[in-house]
């Protein structure tokens, strides 16, 4: 059938054909026509050739399809980092950085940095046997970008990052997320079930609540073996330490909150080398990609194991101390023993990070609970990490802490504590909570003379066994300090704890049912 168009053209022709016999083919008014209103003749109308408006092609790199993940970090001084894993596999002549996408700050835009390009890395020495372990296999880049201070608005394509804010006003903290699949313990955790694993409901519960940080304290990874074939809850779980368990334990699962804040990441024992190190250092280290600390090659781990501790300032008289405490093991240590000396230079370094002036409120996270305790079932409950305090009563006796730190916040322990001192100690928050199996309960009341370290006194403790998150909201000023809500994984608020000092008071005490 003839469309409309086509039609049209066919008359437009005949037309043409006419004009050209009444004028005769060479006529010298064959280039003019005839004005019926005047009787004279105008030059016909002209349509100017066509160009092809310029079309900037699309950057492939920076293509949403490739983006697997993208996310900003602070790390030591504030540094802002905006990091992206990507699938994208460039041309080979597109240079080092050519698989990277751009990376748009307040309008203008930069490609990003290789910080590491894929890799299979071979099997090395893990926590597991070598037939229930394999190679790591990163078939991604990543890619960085710091971020100035003074940045107003900063993407990924279409993809809008979330910024550092001077003073944040809230803070959503969490730690142990992971799904918990290791044949050494029998733990198979149904990780397609959020109900047994519920990150995804913690995390888009907890960016609800529109943070402006998250802190995450440690054990991000937790996919170690597979599945296997006569448990049905995690059939067709990846595992081992490579990409794709990082995406399904981490990156998938955590994305509203990853795409809600920027974060400030802690170091757990599930990241140290012969475990999910090699990922750690790769996604998210905030320090410079370094082979030799990259947990591929175990004759680096005395290095690769241990960083320097670093505080990020969260503004008006508030801080937060980092510290790497991965390696630490159960047992106390020698003052002669290697990690005894790497600990203790990273306390000699919390202890002047802790005497910055004007600080009213100073944090110490790490991932290992040192002041506080580890339910055992059907018995008392252990005290804290005996590694650490090993060291840290060697530098200041039973004060464990340096001068200067108030509270402090650590995973580890799947549960939640809000621990007061009667004794001149800092207050003691555990928040292990976020998606791995729970631990069971605490005793309650604790049995008498129960205490997290020699020379403590406990004033008062609230805890409870719950899937969830915890929330630090900023007093208003003039009042220094924060206010830390224990919440469950679906947003019930479990308890109210103000902070002032090296105090916390909770609005319950004891044990916090479901």
Known sequence: MRTKKALGWTAGMVALVAVAGLHGCGSDDTN??????????????????????????????????????????????????????????????????????????????????LRVGPATV???????????????????????????STATSAAIGTQTLPLPKALPQRIVVLADTGCRLKKADNAWQACSDTDAWPLSTVAT?????????????????????????????????????????????????????????PWVVVRGNHEECARAGQGWSRFLDPRPFDTTRSCDDPVNDSSGNYSDPYAVSLGGGSQVIVFDSAKAGKAALPTNDPQFIAYQKQFQTVATLAAKPGMTTTIFTNHHPILGFAPIAGANPAPGNLALQSV???????????????????????????????????????????????DVALPDPLPAGSVPAPGTTIDRITHHASFGFLVMDRKASPATGWTFKAYAKDGKLMATCNQTGNTVTCDKTGFIAP
């Open 32 to 113: 003019t026509t005839t004005d019926s209103s005047t009787g004279g003749t105008t030059p016909p109308a002209t349509t100017p050739p066509t160009t092809p408006p310029t079309v900037t092609p699309a950057d492939a790199a920076t293509a949403s399809a490739n983006i697997q993940a993208a996310w900003v970090e602070i790390g030591d001084g504030n540094q802002a980092i905006a990091r992206a894993v990507t699938s994208y596999v460039a041309p080979a002549d597109a240079g080092t950085n050519g698989v990277c996408p751009m990376l748009t700050v307040d309008g203008k835009a930069t490609r990003m940095t």
């Open 122 to 148: 071979p099997l090395r020495t893990t926590a597991s046997a070598p037939a229930d372990s394999k190679p790591s296999e990163f078939p991604v880049s990543v890619c960085e970008a710091t971020v100035a």
């Open 205 to 261: 519960t907890a960016a609800g609540f529109n943070p402006d940080l998250v802190l995450h304290i440690g054990d991000y990874h937790y996919r170690e073996n597979a599945c296997p074939p006569d448990i049905a809850g995690c059939q067709g779980s990846p595992w081992g330490y490579g990409w794709d368990t990082w995406q399904a334990d981490l990156f998938k699962p955590a994305a509203p909150l990853l795409a809600k804040a």
């Open 392 to 438: 840290m009563s060697n530098l200041n006796a039973q004060a464990y802490y340096p001068t200067g730190v108030h509270v402090a916040l650590h995973g580890h322990v799947h549960d939640f504590q809000a621990i007061n001192f009667a004794s001149a100690h800092p207050a003691t928050i555990v928040t292990g909570n976020g998606g791995d199996n729970l």
